[in-house]
Nanobody
């Protein structure tokens, strides 16, 4: 059974850090482009980052560049989203997604085949 499971969401103060995990079962993440999306209440889902399958190149949204990064641990079949210098506007449910074919536009959610259930991140004092 193909499954993506996110974890690591929490309540954190502004300026703090969190690391989200996206663990895959039923398939090998190395053969997929893996993206992180987020959705805040009342807002559309937006792409946060994507790590390319072929060479590990990382795309980042302008809103998180310099603060977030993503990485892949092949041995654990897991992708991470490291989030630093968190801001209240980063509050959202964060989802990971996997695309078998290289996504033409990485931040378009319809490019992805599999999705996790999401993990909540709240940035507040």
């Amino acid at each position: 059974q193909v499954q993506l499971v996110e974890s690591g969401g929490d309540l954190v103060q502004p300026g703090g850090s969190l690391r989200l995990s996206c663990a895959a079962s039923g398939f090998t993440l190395d053969f997929y482009a893996i993206a992180w999306f987020r959705q805040a209440p009342g807002k559309e889902r937006e792409g946060v980052s994507c790590i390319r399958r072929s060479d590990g190149y990382i795309y980042l949204a302008d809103s998180v560049r310099g603060r977030f990064t993503t990485s892949r641990d092949s041995a654990k079949n897991t992708v991470y989203l490291q989030m630093n210098s968190l801001k209240p506007e980063d509050t959202a449910v964060y989802y990971c997604a996997a695309a078998k074919a290289p996504p033409g536009i990485w931040y378009m959610s319809n490019q992805y085949d599999y999705w996790g259930q999401g993990t909540q991140v709240i940035v507040s004092s």
